[in-house]
């Protein structure tokens, strides 16, 4: 994707539900997000944590042979810009590893977490920075976001980057 100088491309982290969806169902909704990605419609941010979660969901809870998770995984690692958080946070107490996707959002200056996990979902707002769901922002507002946001990952919602 080729934007103007001086413009910058979205930057959005995506929970670990969206990479799992994404990969088993390479036909859902869930892997439209990811193949924008891919295409570049906006940088993707991704943690050492999240990789790691990604493939440990995949190989227990799918049951994925370790050659196709460790495609998957280099997949991640060759479109996203891997950061590695220095915070540490314990705001959802409920699943500790949503910590993780605040903590790379936030260390990786993400405009955007996409997530379908209700506990992130869920947080209204941590630090000033508000969190919502998809009732809370009008179709096409992905482009416009402006602090970091939780979204459920419906494309029908950002049209533009789809």
Not at 126 to 144: D, H, K, V
């Amino acid at each position: 994707m080729i934007l103007a100088p001086g413009t910058e491309r979205l930057k959005a982290v995506l929970e670990t539900n969206i990479y799992i969806a994404a990969f088993a169902h390479p036909k859902g909704r869930n892997a439209a997000v990811w193949n924008a990605a891919v295409d570049g419609r906006y940088e993707l941010v991704v943690s050492p944590a999240i990789i790691r979660e990604t493939a440990k969901v995949l190989r227990g809870d799918f049951a994925w042979q370790e050659d196709r998770v460790q495609k998957a995984i280099r997949e991640v690692a060759q479109v996203a810009h891997i950061i590695v958080p220095h915070s540490v946070l314990s705001v959802v107490t409920a699943d500790p590893d949503d910590n993780r996707i605040l903590e790379c959002a936030m260390d990786g200056k993400a405009d955007i977490i996409v997530s379908n996990d209700h506990h992130l979902l869920d947080l209204r707002m941590y630090a000033a920075i508000p969190n919502r769901g998809r009732s809370g922002l009008p179709p096409n507002a992905w482009p416009e976001v402006v602090p970091l946001q939780c979204m459920r990952a419906d494309p029908s919602r950002w049209k533009a980057i789809i």
